[in-house]
C-alpha cells in the first residue's frame, strides 16, 4: 500500500499568522490553487488514488476533494488525523504568542505543557491507531497495489512522521501548505517517510 501524506492548502488563518487548530477555516482562492497544483503534480506523475482520508475540518477535505477528485461524500472522514486542539491560543498570532507557548509548539518535549493545549503524545497516540489501521488494511489486502491519500494538518503531519520514525526531531520539519510526504506499508511496517514536494514556509 501506498500512502500519500498532505497537509491542506491555505488559509486566511495561515496567512494572517494565526493558530487555527480545530477552529474549522475554510481555504482560501490561494489554498485552492495550491490544491489544484498539487492535482496537477499528482496528475503528472499519474498518482491516482484508490481511497482518501480527511481530518473532519473543511479544509482538510475540500482539499483531498481538489487534488484527488473525489466527491465529498466518497471521501473516508477520519478524526484520528484531525488537527490538535490548541485549547487556549487557538486564534492566537503567532507573532504574539509567549516565549513558553512558543517554545512548547516548537518542541513539545523541550518545554513545559500549556494548560488546555492537546499533549503531543496524546495526538502521536491517535495518528498512531490510524496508521496501525493502514496496515491492518494492508496485510488483508496482501499483494494489492493500493494508493491511499491522507489530508490532514501542520502540527497532525508533525505527529505523523514523528510517529512512523519515532524520531522526535521530526516535529521540527519546516511543512507547507499542500506539501507531501510518502511512506508505503506492505502489512508489517513502514517505510520511512520521504518528502515529495518542498517546503514552503508557513505559518500553522
Known amino acids: 500500500m501506498d500512502i500519500y501524506l498532505m497537509r491542506h492548502g491555505e488559509t486566511p488563518y495561515n496567512r494572517e499568522h494565526l493558530l487555527q487548530g480545530q477552529r474549522d477555516i475554510a481555504l482560501s482562492d490561494a489554498g485552492r490553487a495550491q490544491a489544484g497544483d498539487a492535482a496537477a503534480w499528482c496528475r503528472e506523475r499519474d498518482i491516482r488514488f484508490d481511497r482518501v482520508y480527511a481530518s473532519p475540518l473543511g479544509r482538510a ?25 490548541f485549547g487556549p491560543i487557538e486564534g ?30 496524546d495526538l ?22 493500493t494508493s491511499v491519500l491522507a489530508v490532514t494538518h501542520g502540527m497532525a503531519l508533525h505527529g505523523i512522521l514523528t510517529a512512523l520514525t519515532r524520531n522526535r526531531e521530526l516535529w521540527k520539519e519546516p511543512l507547507g501548505n499542500c506539501c507531501i510526504f510518502h511512506t508505503r506499508t506492505d502489512g ?9 514536494t518542498p517546503p514552503i514556509p508557513t505559518f500553522r
Open 61 to 85: 477535505k475540500e482539499t483531498a476533494m481538489i487534488v484527488s477528485g473525489c466527491r465529498e461524500e466518497n471521501l473516508l472522514i477520519e478524526p484520528r488525523i484531525l488537527e490538535i486542539n
Open 124 to 145: 502521536i497516540e491517535r495518528v498512531s491507531g490510524f496508521l496501525l489501521d493502514l496496515m491492518a488494511q494492508a496485510a488483508r489486502e496482501k499483494d494489492a497495489e
Open 188 to 196: 508489517e511496517s513502514f517505510t520511512k517517510p520521504v518528502r515529495l
Open 92 to 121: 492566537k498570532k503567532w507573532e504574539n504568542l509567549t516565549a513558553e507557548e512558543m517554545d512548547y509548539v516548537n518542541n513539545p518535549w523541550n518545554g513545559r505543557p500549556i494548560e488546555g493545549v492537546e499533549d503531543a503524545d
